[in-house]
């Protein structure tokens, strides 16, 4: 069973930038692939980015050219970039993990606890 921790999250004011972490337990982190889910309130749960194990990558239409997901497998560690920020962008983001190699939605097999992003306008 694998454990996902999540970090960096806060408030930030239109137009800034933060960093999302999501620690992973295990010893076999860099054959799965990797995301980010966030859900505001009131509306469902939605993919913002995703990375295979071979480093490919999938955004949102919402999040494109503004946030980059990344990896280091060395540190079991998945970052999220996010700049340009607005107050849409406002959500719960969840570190989720897939049970292969490839970001398929439906094969999503863990998340985190889910870190708070709050961006003011």
């Known amino acids: 069973q694998v454990q996902l921790v999540e970090s960096g999250g806060g408030l930030v004011q239109s137009g800034g930038s933060l960093r999302l972490s999501c620690a992973a337990s295990?010893?076999?982190?860099?054959?799965?692939?990797m995301g980010w889910y966030r859900q505001a309130p009131g509306k469902q749960r939605e993919l913002v980015a995703a990375?295979?194990?071979?480093?490919?990558?999938n955004y949102a239409d919402s999040v494109k050219g503004r946030f980059t997901i990344s990896r280091d497998n060395a540190k079991n560690t998945v970052y999220l970039q996010m700049n340009s920020l607005k107050p849409e962008d406002t959500a719960v983001y969840y570190c989720?993990?897939?049970?292969?190699?490839?970001?398929?939605?439906?094969?999503?097999?863990?998340w985190g606890q889910g870190t708070q992003v709050t961006v003011s306008s």
């Open positions: 989720t993990k897939y049970g292969g190699s490839y970001y398929y939605t439906s094969n999503v097999d863990s």
């Open positions: 990375i295979s194990s071979a480093g490919s990558t």
């Open positions: 295990g010893s076999i982190f860099s054959i799965y692939a």
